[in-house]
């Protein structure tokens, strides 16, 4: 049978396991800015401190086995908020006489990966027009030179009115476009068989129209009536650019 002072030591025992337990626990659940610790002191009392006294020791809570082991990793948290948008990178973007944008710069065309034998080349713009991007070739002038043929705006009547009717040009990332009297005259409808009546082409001055049989549209085109078997073509959105300066130049910014 235990005697009655064993009966008191397991009691002191238990009590200070509690003790100790109980501190461990507001260790546990500090605040990590107040750096609290568990010290030991000369008479051998646990204390909680931020920092241990000079003739007092620190204690690690693992060593007393009042802490348990490392539980699993909990899930992922929500994602955070949006940083800021970076810097813009250094592009080619072609500007007028004035320095109003035109549009960027998508690099040079070659008369040898296109068409009707023209050997001289020619510098392709994208430009943004509403909620579609629109490439075209053009030179300073704001004339395409490279495709004469295919530069021609076709029309059903015979005075190039109504709606203008270009190639498709297909893409699956922008819409193909033609400078025209300087205007952008873009892809913007489905594909539609059609005989034309009459195109515009420039550019031609009045001299060289009439020799067409043609009648002037200013700035620098020219009208011709004609009559055209049926042809694959979509009608043209209009974009008006007489309002830049030339010549145009390129920049890198």
Not at 205 to 223: F, H, N, R
Request: net charge negative.
């Amino acid at each position: 049978m235990r005697s009655k002072e064993d009966a008191a030591d397991s009691l002191m025992l238990a009590a200070s396991r509690m003790i100790c337990a109980a501190m461990v626990a507001a260790i546990l659940v500090a605040d990590p800015a107040t750096g609290a610790v568990l010290c030991r002191t000369g008479g051998g009392t646990l204390k909680v401190r931020d920092t241990c006294k000079a003739k007092e020791t620190s204690v690690d809570p693992s060593a007393l086995g009042l802490r348990g082991p490392q539980g699993p990793i909990g899930p992922d948290g929500p994602p955070g908020t949006q940083g800021p948008i970076g810097l813009r990178g250094p592009g080619a973007i072609i500007k007028d006489a004035n320095g109003a944008v035109v549009g960027a710069y998508g690099g040079f065309a070659s008369s040898d990966t296109c068409c009707y034998g023209y050997r001289f080349g020619i510098d392709i713009v994208v430009r943004q027009v509403g909620n579609k991007l629109v490439r075209f070739v053009t030179d300073d002038r704001l004339r395409d030179q490279f495709s004469p043929e295919a530069g021609r705006i076709r029309f059903i009547s015979t005075d190039c009115s109504g709606t203008p009717m270009i190639y498709q040009g297909v893409s699956p990332l922008s819409a193909y476009g033609l400078v025209v009297n300087r205007r952008l005259f873009y892809a913007d409808g489905p594909l539609t068989r059609v005989s034309s009546s009459s195109w515009l082409q420039s550019p031609l001055d009045a001299e060289a129209c009439a020799t067409e049989s043609g009648t002037t549209v200013p700035p620098e085109g020219c009208c011709v009536a004609t009559n055209e078997g049926p042809t694959d073509l979509v009608p043209a959105a209009v974009d008006d650019l007489t309002s830049y300066a030339l010549p145009l130049h390129l920049e890198v910014e």
